[in-house]
């Protein structure tokens, strides 16, 4: 609910300038889980979708919304122990201002995360023994 409650408190200001912009940074778990991220995975496919309805109710506006995603950007808080693939922290926002400048709604910043999203539209048992193969989780 705290996106949601940013969201709504910028709206107004957005709406009186008649354009603006509004990235969520989501991650690759909004469209799948692994053993520990249960909880971590379903509020970021819950803020996904919030993200999607939002676009919807602030383009009238002139409201730009845009949803980032990315798997894990090399930062030491983010990979303590953690040896599976990760995009140089420093891209992610570079990538996301072309997005904004592209016109972008949803910008997919890693190899990972592109990986992920293709293979969501096979067989979920399969996407699931590729993750743990791939990334080296279960």
Do not use: M, P, W
């Given at each position: 609910m705290g996106t949601l409650g940013v969201?709504?408190?910028f709206a107004p200001v957005l709406a009186t300038d008649g354009r603006g912009?509004?990235?969520?940074?989501?991650?690759?778990?909004?469209w799948?889980?692994?053993?520990?991220?249960?909880?971590y995975a379903a509020a970021k496919s819950a803020t996904w979708n919030m993200t999607n309805g939002v676009r919807l109710e602030l383009a009238p506006q002139g409201t730009h919304v845009q949803?980032?995603?990315?798997g894990v950007a090399a930062?030491?808080?983010a990979t303590d122990g953690y040896t599976g693939p990760m995009i140089?922290?420093?891209e992610v926002p570079r990538r996301t201002f072309d997005g904004l400048a592209s016109g972008a709604i949803v910008l997919v910043v890693d190899e990972t995360t592109a990986w992920v999203?293709?293979?969501l539209?096979?067989?979920?048992?399969?996407?699931?023994t590729q993750i743990t193969d791939k990334l080296g989780v279960s």
């Open positions: 969201i709504r408190a912009d509004i990235v969520n940074a989501l991650f690759a778990l909004s799948f889980a692994t053993a520990g991220t249960g909880a949803s980032v995603l990315f930062t030491d808080l140089d922290a420093r999203k293709q293979a539209a096979g067989d979920r048992a399969e996407l699931y």
